[in-house]
């Protein structure tokens, strides 16, 4: 299969230029609505609009502030900090949801179907039980049974709010990953495992020497939409914290959509949100490479 | 016009087209043993999900003056079961028409997205590795995923505006831009697996590229499909922004938009708000149901070696 | 081969071509058919949007050549920002008299209303709070102020009454209450700092006792600094924690209006405007109000009041004289009192109007024009002042005063560089 690629590298076949031919048209339609507004966005970087009425240009100044400006800097860690331990968290616990989830148990579209409930209740509502429960519920569990760490709010403490985030983050994202990861192990054929059985693998072992590899493009995915939702996150502090306690959840997303959008700084914002796009895009391209390596075909 | 070519053509495709039949596959075949354990570990999961959603349904049969600060009157049944939060929330949103509207959305992007992007995903995906461009294409488009919504949100504000499309279609076609690095990402991913015996076998028997796709490739991506309008039809449904912004002023509201009645700046009702979204909620579970029978029993692949 | 792909693209193309036909909408006018002038107005409190439709039919069965069209969208802000963005206009606005209102007039989005009759009738403090909001001061008139709301202190009638206590004019007498009211074993005060912009409610109540109304123009001019003039407020603000119930960043806005609705807390520093959210959870709860009393000397207190919702006219209104029409309508004593029993809302216009019983307490100082504007109005949203306070609030260490206040100054000139630079030029022109 891969010879066959190679051999005919370079030259372009027939069906080649068709495939080029359908695909161009599509191209133009995405350049139209993303890179087009990206443009203009990187334009707007370049002055101090306020996102109405006039404008001047500022030439760089906004990328000067940027570098200097520690409330950016702090929601950058922030915005790592939770990325990094999202991703894990996520893709460990839906990875193990996957797996049980395809195989054969009893009631499996009922759990399959509660799994998805938290993706699709909305901000307001995550927003409003989750505060009750760091609020009221884990303290008094915390009184209750003495233990010291859950008598405090989770979300009153700088220390502590960003896990409240990832706790409710992941609870709302695993669905996404979940779904993918099961539709990746519908690649893995069926045939390949009777083969092992009859090599006597099993348990961990197959799961590390042919499960896992055969649905690497799929951990791939995971991985690169899972850090990009998880670095773009703003439904959750919304809901949750609003940024606090004392500026210690504010994450990117949230610098520029409230001070971008609701506030005056829109000029400033889009060129963060603009150096923000371009550590992402190297972030993740670095992540496909990694991985991309690691994949193997059937 | 164009439809007659479409039958024309499916009338060409020779009858000895390599037909996989669909095999049920379990990605792992386990001990009952294991299976056990993963029946009550996955049950106990479970809870964490339901608690939340036990509150969320008290809240919304209950009335505001029962909401409580002390977690014990919380976590208490309602004083009685009346409906008639649900029907207030039906009123205040204007259910059905709203209603109609995220399915209008919801519906026509999930279609275009699976026509559009498996198409781009299948091209992309094939020649990536043949010539260069179809990886450049595939790194522009994916990493165009990564573009924060709100620096797009102004310009395309405006773009709209100027194309004459602020309105459902232009939200329709922004969904079909906004979700296209992802389904791309998961078309070209899931190829992998697909062997290309099954393309090279159609065209030996002189199919038409086109007819190759639509015939042969399109319909093994069929779990794919399912996921794809699952992930699609989710992040539609639940959105505001891009309706907010772009269709504002138009009368037209989707369901998120007027849920947005419940909360002002100073005040939210909570006990209207909790039944809407328990309402809204439903369709997209039913969908997402329909669709996950769709991934587990549509694999087809894998049969051919 | 080829030609088949090209179809199908022409296919697809086909059916996007369809669907963008089918779904387009209609246009804008100006004109309805029957030749009524179109006056649309957005206004920004989506609560209000009852009355907003009871006074546009009455004033559409009542005018035979303007047809009014009010909207009164969620999230009006942003609605209002994609318009602008696509030159697509309302006639009238109807914003807050904060920082947007500074910024949209400093864009000059805004029509000159100096020849509106209707403005004579208006309170001068409330069209002076709007000249301060000015960036450097303008030649004219740019909003009409319809409503305004107050911050104080709310407390419990009931409760009061039946303790024996008296209502606080000097902030002694306001911390003795305190400490009384704990000795009862009560909370005197429920604060839900969660929730940011509940810092600002104590903030304001204090400040406008204790600072000029226009301190933020004089530090823009480098006529003073917000270390020197916050200093009390800060500490002020401090103080009142300790009388408040444990660890107030852990409760929301709406955990302390449930919290105050059942009686947990006696007092609720906070505006008018939480008033319905607190009587959703107890309809029947008996609230009054009075003025923060921050100073020592009572006759000095000041209540903090500023517009809450006010019109203006946007600068390519093509029918002026329509647009004053609207207001003179919805400035009409019968509708103004209309607005104030749905809203329980403080009018803006002079006479004698029945004010909301919850703010009995504070009826004086509404009509005798005893008021200044929310601090906060003149902060710019994305400086975050608010999560600053509340930063400060929870930070024990011993120098979290000044950490504050040297924040306050520095960021201040961070995020108001262009505005300083104006202000400076416009001082510079007055000298030479």
Redesign the interface.
Known sequence: MEKTKKKAKNSWSKNDKIFLGILIPILVLFFCFNTLPLIRGFYYGLTNFRGYGDYDFVGLRNFQDLFSDVRVGKSYMFTFKYAIVMTIVVNLISLILALGLNRSIRGKNVLRGIYFVPNILGGLVVGYIFSFIFTYILPTIGEMTGIGFLQNSMLASTKTAWIAIVIVGAWQGIAMNTIIYISGLQTVPEEVYEACMLDGASGWKKFSKITFPLIMPFVTINLVLCMKNALMVFDQIMSLTNGGPAQSTESISYLIYNNGMDGGQFGFQSANAFVFFIVIVIISFLQMKFLGGKEEQL | MEEKTTVVTEKKVPETLPYVKPKKTHGAVGSKAVNRIITVLLVLGCLTIFFPLYMTVIIAFKQPSEMTNDVAGALALPESWSLDNFAEAMRVTDFWHSLGNSFLLTGVTVVICILLHSLAGYLIGRKMNRHKIFKASYYYVVSGMFVPFAVLMMPLVKQTAQLGIANRFGVIVLYVVFFMPMNIMLYAGYLKNIPTALEEAACVDGASAWQTYWRVIFPNMKPMHATVAVLTAMSTWNDVMTPLVIMSGTDQNTLPLAQLNFQTQFGTNYNLAFASYLLALLPILIFYIICQKQIINGVVNGAVK | ??R??R????????V?MA??V????CGDEDVTADGKVIIELVQY???AVDIFEELEAKFNATHDDIELRI?S???A???L????????NPDIIGIGGD?NYS??L????FMDISDFDGLADIKENYLQINKDLEYVPQEGVYACPYMSNAAGVLYNKDMFEEHGWEIPTTWSEFTALCEEIEAAGIQPLYFGF???WTTLAPWNAIAVNLCESDITYQVNAGDATFSEAYREVAIMEKELLQYAQP?P???????A???FA?G?SAMYVIGN??I??IK????DMNIDSFVFPANENAEDNILNSGNDLMFCIMEDCEYKEEAYEVLRFLLEDENVQLYIEDQSAVPCKKGDFELPSELDGMSYYIENGIIADYQDHHY???M?VD??I??YL??ESSDALETFLTRFDTEWV??NR?IIQKVQEYEESLEN
């Open positions: 081969m080829k088949k792909f179809k199908g693209i022409a296919f697809i193309m086909a996007i669907l963008s089918c779904l387009t909408g409190k989506p609560e909207d969208p969620n999230d802000m942003t609605i920002k994609t318009r602008f963005i696509r030159e697509d920082i910024n949209f400093d864009a000059d989005m969660l929730d940011s660890n960043v852990a409760y929301g806005y709406n955990d209006c449930t919290a059942r947990e405007y939480a319905s959210q959703s959870v107890n309809p710019p949203s994305e975050s999560a600053m509340q930063t929870i930070d961070r995020y262009d």
